[in-house]
């Protein structure tokens, strides 16, 4: 209508709603992907020769050429390849510890009980105070297992317990007490009053900066010292408390930040409906604030069942120091490799099921408040 | 000057010489203000002007260094039974709406009187969805708030104000994070509400609705109420320059 000019829509013409266009076929992507030009496809074949190497060696070494039973390791020998009958052999040692022989179906039972609730927690197959309420139930059931003296069962003092049950214990019991002293110190952090804010930043920065070592040495060798003799506590009491403190301050950082991260207008809003300030952090803040930590804190509970193997340093027989006795016999002391490769695949299966756990609670939580949310 | 909030019984809410500082900055200088029973306040101003500190200084989520807040009768004296009383007394609606995203929309309802008023929730369950029905949105109680609109959210966290049978609802600008286009359905709600009796302050932009509903409007600008007014003399014939000014810049949009 006015003078021309060189911008211009289209009136659309009501086209019929579609499906997007497929994309190209599976080999076509293929190609593309690897063999789109000569450098990348020498790379391809390069790497692809090399995998394949390495695969083909691990298998002869680990599953062809392999001893899978030699109780006597004599045909370990003479095998050129992998002699996993030192697992065989000595796995008693390995899951269980120096637990009374005897005794060893407590043991083997205590971890069977974890294994079953853990999985039916991670498909959430009760509801959460269910849940919850069955792991205090494991954690009873383990300590009177593990110790005896009732119901019949001989007592066993905590110098014997070793293998998976106490790192379980040990674990299990860094995050059951960890977590809530974390929370209770992030909240210190930020609290309106000096004395509590102080004493949270100097037991969070305090905690921070010696390392893991520092504290349970201290805490299993120099503690006692200077404690009076009759508080006689319990050296894997102790060494417990400084692996709980010791999470509970990374623990309590990562929690502050999901803090900081809820947005005070929920905080404001929960203050306006009248809600007390615990009321508003159990209720409002903390779910909140829990559910953004949860891929933060899932890296420090994964590190905190990798840290129980600090316990072998202490003396005490977790899943790595049970392993370190094992392999102190003179018949099998050559198969450290094989030995350590069998604890390297169990933590390993351990922390990823952990990992898959935690993103399983990060994705229940994204699909309750993130969708729709554009 | 004597303040008519003394003499007066039916108050719902009463502020004299308010007066409130962030760090040096002086935001509320000498406010006195009374809110009648059954009476609708809307507050406006240029951005800064305080109206929103003021606001939410009436339900005491701002604290301020001098003078005296009186809701339905009880002075805010810095005891926690009387600031809870306070709150009791009065219902918030935010901006950014603030709806608890972890919530259903029931749950964000029921919260408030079954946790902080130890209310039944069967009692509770049933006022929300009396509620929901007022604010025509009885059909999301399941949903999660990430799922609703911006209008069909304050719609839910005006319902969720007044599941606690506030004396006074205090709306800062409950519009303003709105697309046009859900703007009139929020205001809807609101002059239902006033219809019915509701004491309300209310800051906000929307002349139109000042208009409709407002017993009298307050113009606000750097920390001091300038002009208070019934909105037809307002409109007409505002005394300042500063509303005048004020009035013409928004005009486009009221």
Redesign the interface.
């Known amino acids: 209508m006015s003078a021309a000019i060189g911008s211009y829509a289209t009136i659309g013409n009501d086209a019929p709603r579609r499906p997007a266009p497929h994309g190209a076929g599976r080999l076509a992507q293929l190609k593309a992907r690897y063999f789109a030009t000569p450098g990348t496809s020498l790379l391809t074949i390069v790497l692809g020769l090399m995998t394949a190497w390495a695969v083909v060696s691990f298998v002869r070494w680990g599953i062809i050429d392999a001893v899978w039973y030699d109780p006597t390791a004599e045909a370990c020998k003479t095998a050129s390849g992998a002699c996993w009958a030192v697992i065989t052999e000595k796995y008693r040692v390995i899951l269980l510890g120096t637990y009374p022989y005897d005794e060893q179906w407590r043991s083997a039972l205590i971890i069977a009980i974890w294994v079953v609730w853990a999985v039916l927690t991670a498909f959430r197959l009760f509801p959460l105070r269910m849940r919850l309420a069955g792991w205090l139930a494991v954690f009873v059931v383990t300590l009177v297992l593990m110790r005896g003296g009732v119901f019949g069962l001989s007592y066993v003092g905590t110098d014997a317990w070793g293998g998976l049950p106490l790192t379980f214990l040990v674990f299990g019991g860094t995050v059951a007490f960890g977590i809530p002293l974390a929370i209770l110190l992030a909240l210190g952090r930020r609290s309106p009053f000096p004395v509590v804010r102080f004493v949270s930043i100097a037991t969070i920065e305090g905690v921070r900066g010696i390392p893991l070592l520092v504290v349970l040495f201290f805490g299993t060798l120099i503690l006692p010292l200077f404690l009076p003799p009759q508080l006689d506590v319990d050296k894997l009491v102790r060494a417990e408390i400084g692996m709980v403190i010791f999470f509970a301050a990374y623990a309590a950082e990562v929690i502050r930040g999901g803090l900081q991260a809820v947005?005070d207008?929920?905080d404001?809003?929960?203050?306006?409906?009248?809600?007390?300030y615990w009321?508003r952090m159990r209720?409002?803040v903390l779910?909140?604030a829990v559910?953004i930590a949860i891929p933060a804190l899932f890296n420090d509970i994964i590190r905190a069942f990798k840290n129980t193997t600090y316990f072998a340093i202490l003396g005490l027989f977790d899943v790595l120091g049970a392993t370190k006795v094992a392999l102190d016999d003179p018949a099998w002391v050559r198969y450290g490799l094989e030995g350590y490769l069998f604890v390297f695949l169990l933590y390993f299966l351990i922390c990823s099921g952990l990992s898959l756990y935690g993103r399983s609670l990060e994705q229940d939580?994204a699909r309750?408040?993130?969708?729709?949310?554009q | 000057m004597t303040n008519p909030a003394d003499t007066s019984a039916n108050l719902v809410v009463a502020l004299d010489k308010i007066n409130k500082w962030y760090g040096a900055h002086h935001v509320l200088r000498d406010v006195s203000l009374g809110l009648g029973e059954g009476e609708k306040i809307v507050l406006c101003g240029p951005s800064g002007s305080g109206k929103s500190t003021l606001i939410r200084c009436v339900n005491a989520l701002e604290r301020f260094q001098e003078g005296t807040l009186t809701v339905c009768g009880t002075v805010l004296d810095g005891k926690p039974a009387t600031l809870a009383e306070i709150r009791r007394r009065t219902g918030m609606v935010f901006q950014n709406f603030n709806l608890f995203p972890h919530l259903s929309v029931l749950d964000n309802l029921t919260i408030g009187p079954v946790y902080a008023r130890s209310e039944p929730e069967a009692a509770a369950i049933a006022r929300a969805r009396e509620l929901l029905e007022r604010v025509r949105l009885s059909d999301q109680a399941a949903k999660f708030p990430g799922q609703l609109s911006g209008g069909q959210r304050q719609r839910v966290a005006i319902a969720r104000s007044l599941m606690l049978k506030p004396a006074v609802m205090l709306f800062d600008e409950p519009t303003s994070a709105l697309d046009p286009e859900m703007i009139q359905e929020v205001l809807d709600v609101m002059e239902g509400l006033a219809r019915d009796g509701q004491s309300m302050i209310v800051v906000t932009h929307e002349m139109g609705f000042a208009r409709r509903v407002a017993d009298l409007v307050v113009f606000m600008d750097q920390g001091e109420i300038i002009e208070a007014a019934p909105p037809e003399d307002f409109f007409a014939n505002p005394a300042t320059d500063r509303a005048r000014d004020f009035l013409g810049k928004i005009s486009t949009t009221a």
Do not use: C, D, S
């Not at chain 1, 404001?268 to 007390?276: F, P, R, S």
């Not at chain 1, 309750?368 to 949310?373: C, G």
């Open positions: 947005a207008g929920q404001e809003a929960a203050k306006a409906l009248g809600m007390g009321l209720k409002i779910p909140q559910a939580h309750r408040t993130r969708r729709a949310e």
